[in-house]
């Protein structure tokens, strides 16, 4: 079985499933920057910040925060 890379935005579940509460998005870029073994730089935080907004998976809490509630139904429009 071929296994693929994981992207920016399943790192960020992975996360966010093991801490089981809302993560400030500093922090939880600063996680994934880490666990991929990136730069902690400008140029990797704003892609990487850039391609949470545009996984679904992933709720904005307010204030700073996301989230990923496993109960949340994503329907196909």
């Known amino acids: 079985m071929i296994q693929r890379k994981k ?3 399943d790192w960020a579940v992975e996360i966010l499933s093991e ?3 809302a993560m400030n998005y500093r922090d939880l870029l600063e996680t994934i920057v880490e666990r ?3 730069k902690n730089d400008p140029a990797s ?3 990487i910040y850039t391609r949470l907004n545009l996984d679904n ?13 496993v109960n949340r139904v994503v329907g196909k429009k």
């Open 7 to 9: 992207s920016e935005a």
């Open 19 to 21: 801490r089981k509460e």
């Open 36 to 38: 991929m073994g990136r």
């Open 45 to 47: 935080i704003t892609s």
């Open 57 to 69: 998976r992933l709720v904005y809490q307010g204030d700073g925060y996301w989230f990923y509630d």
